[in-house]
């Protein structure tokens, strides 16, 4: 296996591509350690799903259990909060050509509001699943070989919005206890160089130097200075190179029984490993694991309060927008430690 070498840091191997093959050998094996496959045989297939709502499937939020809630807030020690949402972005750039739409509805230009009752008004737009604003993929947002998570067709989701694994699923929020890891720590670099993927060692790798462990129901939260190298340097295209996940490192989550998966940067790395599949991250932890992805998340103000306390875990509560029939939402998650 060849290296690539970090300023300041040991060598670090660099995972080698996957092929189409392997990828989906992968995914099977995934695939079954899924809370659903965990409650359904092919023998005895469910009789029916309800659709959207907190009643239907709700993936690997199953193991986020009241008990686990309870415990994550019960560790709360100085009840400071910390947001790990970035600040919306309104103009264009490499990485957001399409970025949200702010304007004002009032006061209208020239109104008078010297005297008596007034109200400043504005409207809000996003294309949600960019590569630059916070945000979280609801379990319908990823479709692979006709299907969304747990075999659901495909077909549910129409141009009206989806009918099943919409945000309905969290519409009672997403709140347990967050761990962070960080790579860029780990490595004694600013940043994960764009192109470069983090693999499941480094990940236990990460938790032995943080003295911290994932465990089952967590949210886990991976580190690559996405956010710190943009505000470094400026935007880039992150479609044509960004620091992220390896699909082998997925076997990390799975085995460790996370609830929520989520990064500073898009989770995958690009170019993908995998032939043929730009986004294997996502599809392995939506689809097979049926694990809700935070993406483009801004740890930076977190960095320094979790060395501050030498602590890597915290209560994250996560509030996505009760958006009907939709694949994902802004989100601004909040650490309360």
């Known amino acids: 296996m060849s290296t690539r070498t970090h300023p300041a840091s040991p060598h670090v191997p660099t995972p080698p591509p996957m092929s189409d093959a392997a990828f989906r050998s992968l995914y099977r094996r995934l695939r079954e350690q899924s809370p659903y496959e965990e409650q359904h045989d092919?023998?005895?297939?469910?009789?029916?799903?309800?659709?959207?709502?907190?009643d239907g499937p709700r993936g690997a939020l199953a193991r986020l259990t009241p008990q686990r809630v309870a415990a994550a807030a019960a560790e709360?020690?100085?009840?400071?909060?910390?947001?790990?949402?970035?600040?919306?972005q309104?103009?264009?750039?490499?990485?957001?050509?399409?970025?949200?739409s702010h304007r004002m509805l009032a006061p209208a230009p020239g109104e008078t509001v010297s005297r008596g009752l007034h109200f400043a008004r504005d409207s809000f737009a996003m294309n949600v699943h960019g590569d630059a604003d916070t945000h979280l993929d609801a379990l319908c947002h990823v479709i692979f070989d006709?299907?969304?998570?747990?075999?659901?067709?495909?077909?549910?989701?129409?141009?009206?919005?989806?009918?099943?694994?919409?945000?309905d699923t969290v519409a009672d929020g997403i709140v347990g206890r967050?761990?962070?890891?960080?790579?860029?720590?780990?490595?004694?670099?600013?940043?994960?160089?764009p192109g470069d993927q983090v693999t499941a060692e480094d990940l236990?790798?990460?938790?032995?130097?943080?003295?911290?462990?994932?465990?089952?129901?967590?949210?886990?939260?991976?580190?690559?200075?996405?956010?710190?190298?943009r505000r470094t340097l400026g935007a880039w295209d992150p479609a044509q190179a960004r620091a992220g996940l390896h699909p082998q490192a997925m076997r990390f989550p799975a085995e460790r029984g996370v609830a929520v998966l989520g990064s500073d940067g898009n989770n995958d790395a690009a170019p993908?490993?995998?032939?043929?599949?730009?986004?294997?991250?996502?599809?392995l932890a939506v689809h097979a694991l049926g694990m809700h992805l935070l993406d483009y998340l801004d740890f930076e103000e977190l960095v320094p309060v979790c060395e501050e306390l030498a602590r890597w875990h915290f209560l994250c509560v996560v509030a996505p927008l009760r958006l009907p029939a939709a694949t994902g939402s802004p989100v601004n998650p909040i650490a309360v430690l």
Request: glycine share 14%; hydrophobic share 35%; no cysteine.
């Open 76 to 88: 709360v020690r100085t009840g400071r909060t910390v947001s790990l949402a970035a600040p919306v």
């Open 42 to 54: 092919e023998q005895s297939p469910p009789a029916g799903r309800p659709a959207g709502g907190t």
């Open 272 to 283: 993908s490993a995998v032939e043929g599949t730009d986004y294997p991250v996502h599809v």
């Open 178 to 193: 967050g761990v962070l890891l960080d790579i860029p720590r780990l490595w004694g670099v600013p940043w994960v160089r």
């Open 90 to 100: 309104t103009a264009r750039g490499p990485d957001d050509p399409q970025p949200a």
């Open 204 to 229: 236990t790798a990460a938790e032995e130097a943080q003295g911290v462990t994932v465990g089952p129901g967590d949210l886990l939260f991976v580190r690559v200075g996405h956010r710190r190298r």
């Open 146 to 167: 006709g299907e969304l998570h747990g075999g659901v067709p495909a077909s549910t989701v129409t141009p009206q919005g989806a009918r099943e694994l919409t945000l």
